[in-house]
């Protein structure tokens, strides 16, 4: 039977498996620690491992592009599809070190019914890494996205696509109402983001939720497919 692993196991295994394979120039970790303390660099470290991690889950034994820059996004991280390239940005990081309160991950039933998951640094890490690895996914191996317009035969799943949805909707308005650029709007909301953005949450509650998964388990979240969904 494959062994499954709760959210501190999954992260300690990931972190002694790749040996910190996000960054390979420790001197530079180094420097990061002593500019901005050992917390970000901590955090730094974390997501671009586990980047690096998901990636080979995705693709097998390919290398991994991650550039880590101080200020380069208003994200802690990214993908850019241009440079087929990973970004872990350092003042981001800074900033998430500082938060006590990361908020909750909405779970589903089958028959609709929710409740509230608490979401700590790693799985909220954990869930960023996937979401950009995601991203990769779509432009590399062109996987089927899903949408707020496609249900599946899953009716659990369901639940999770009309609940960002519904987010997705309630964002866009309130964004509008804040006169926020068009552009930006139509970036953040995309549908590339909406596919991820469902991806990343699927798996936090799945993660938090059960307490434990396999990696082929988090393997199939992250290739996760509405058409294979809708043929079971």
Same mark, same amino acid.
């Given at each position: 039977?494959?062994?499954?692993?709760?959210?501190?196991?999954?992260?300690?295994?990931?972190?002694?498996?790749?040996?910190?394979?996000?960054?390979?120039?420790?001197?530079?970790?180094?420097?990061?620690?002593?500019?901005?303390?050992?917390?970000?660099?901590?955090?730094?470290?974390?997501?671009?491992?586990?980047?690096?991690?998901?990636?080979?889950?995705?693709?097998?034994?390919?290398?991994?592009?991650?550039?880590?820059?101080?200020?380069?996004?208003?994200?802690?991280?990214?993908?850019?599809?241009?440079?087929?390239?990973?970004?872990?940005?350092?003042?981001?990081?800074?900033?998430?070190?500082?938060?006590?309160?990361?908020?909750?991950?909405?779970?589903?039933?089958? *028959?609709?019914? #929710?409740?509230?998951?608490?979401? @700590?640094? !790693?799985?909220?890490? =954990? $869930?960023?890494?996937?979401?950009?690895?995601?991203?990769?996914?779509?432009?590399?191996?062109?996987?089927?996205?899903?949408?707020?317009?496609?249900?599946?035969?899953?009716?659990?799943?369901?639940?999770?696509?009309?609940?960002?949805?519904?987010?997705?909707?309630?964002?866009?308005?309130?964004?509008?109402?804040?006169?926020?650029?068009?552009?930006?709007?139509?970036?953040?909301?995309?549908?590339?983001?909406?596919?991820?953005?469902?991806? *990343?949450?699927? #798996?936090?509650?799945?993660?938090? @939720?059960? !307490?434990?998964?396999? =990696? $082929?388990?988090?393997?199939?979240?992250?290739?996760?497919?509405?058409?294979?969904?809708?043929?079971?």
């Amino acid at each position: 039977m494959e062994k499954e692993y709760g959210v501190e196991e999954l992260i300690a295994h990931v972190l002694n498996l790749m040996g910190g394979q996000g960054i390979s120039d420790n001197d530079y970790v180094q420097k990061i620690g002593d500019e901005y303390g050992s917390a970000v660099s901590r955090i730094v470290i974390c997501i671009s491992t586990f980047i690096a991690f998901f990636n080979y889950l995705a693709f097998g034994d390919e290398d991994v592009n991650i550039g880590i820059f101080k200020n380069h996004s208003s994200f802690i991280a990214a993908y850019d599809p241009r440079r087929d390239r990973y970004s872990v940005i350092i003042s981001n990081a800074e900033k998430l070190a500082k938060e006590r309160y990361l908020g909750y991950v909405t779970d589903f039933n089958e *028959d609709g019914s #929710f409740h509230e998951l608490f979401q @700590g640094v !790693g799985p909220f890490l =954990l $869930s960023i890494a996937l979401h950009e690895v995601r991203h990769r996914l779509q432009k590399k191996k062109r996987v089927k996205m899903f949408s707020c317009n496609r249900i599946t035969r899953d009716k659990r799943i369901n639940h999770f696509i009309k609940f960002r949805k519904y987010l997705y909707a309630y964002e866009k308005k309130t964004c509008r109402e804040g006169h926020v650029w068009k552009k930006i709007i139509e970036s953040r909301y995309s549908p590339k983001e909406f596919d991820a953005d469902f991806i *990343d949450h699927y #798996f936090s509650a799945e993660i938090i @939720g059960r !307490g434990r998964l396999s =990696l $082929s388990e988090i393997r199939t979240i992250l290739l996760l497919s509405p058409i294979r969904l809708f043929n079971e």
